[in-house]
């Protein structure tokens, strides 16, 4: 089974993106956008895991979360993998208001993949380029104009407070993916406050 853990916008910002968002979905090209209900930003994808260990994922991410105080985030600007000249996914960026909150956020994602490898949920690797996936294609693609279209969006400012694992099921045939949520995990349950 596919699972993952991630960062959910709440409905205002997923809102506000969704306005920018809506009018270039519209415009021909050969991008396949991604849902708006899809969207999320991931922290950790574990491709292959054995269903009796989804408790246990769900458990190591809630012991993680708690660790972890909330973290202001917003989506702003936009980027693509692999890069511009070749691009394969278009994406929004991830920032925060807060001098510490990339730092706070990759803490939080390394955390959940360190404590789902423990228990042998094999989490993908490599460095963590915290993002929302807005569009895919399937042959790659000078992505230059896309990116200052979608580089101008800037939303607002939203309080990270909770980690979602979802299971994905894939799409029949062709289809997109559902991502079912199955545990809800808060941060800083266990932060001891001054």
Same mark, same amino acid.
């Given at each position: ?15 506000d993106l969704e306005g ?16 708006? @209900? +899809?969207? @999320? ?34 989506? $702003? ?20 208001? $807060? ?22 949920a094999s989490p993908a ?5 915290? @993002?929302?996936?807005?569009?895919? &294609? ?6 230059? @104009?896309? +990116? ?42 266990? &932060?001891?406050?001054?």
């Open positions: 089974m596919r699972i993952f853990a991630a960062v959910v916008p709440p409905p205002d910002a997923h809102a920018f968002v809506e009018p270039r979905r519209d415009v021909h090209s050969d991008l396949r956008w991604t849902p708006s @209900h +899809l969207w @999320h930003v991931t922290l950790a994808f574990m491709g292959d895991v054995s269903e009796h260990l989804l408790d246990d994922v769900c458990d190591e991410v809630a012991g993680v979360a708690a660790e972890h105080e909330p973290i202001p985030l917003r989506l $702003s600007g936009a980027g693509t993998f692999p890069d511009p000249s070749q691009a394969r996914v278009v994406w929004m960026d991830v920032r925060s208001d $807060s001098a510490d909150g990339l730092a706070r956020l990759e803490s939080l994602a390394l955390g959940v993949r360190r404590a789902c490898n423990r228990i042998g690797g490599g460095a963590y380029r915290p @993002h929302l996936t807005l569009a895919r &294609v399937r042959r790659p693609f000078e992505a230059t @104009h896309w +990116l200052r279209v979608m580089d101008a969006y800037a939303g607002p400012s939203w309080t990270a407070d909770e980690v979602t694992v979802f299971v994905s099921h894939r799409g029949e045939g062709r289809g997109r993916p559902h991502y079912e949520p199955v545990a809800v995990c808060p941060l800083g349950a266990d &932060v001891v406050r001054a």
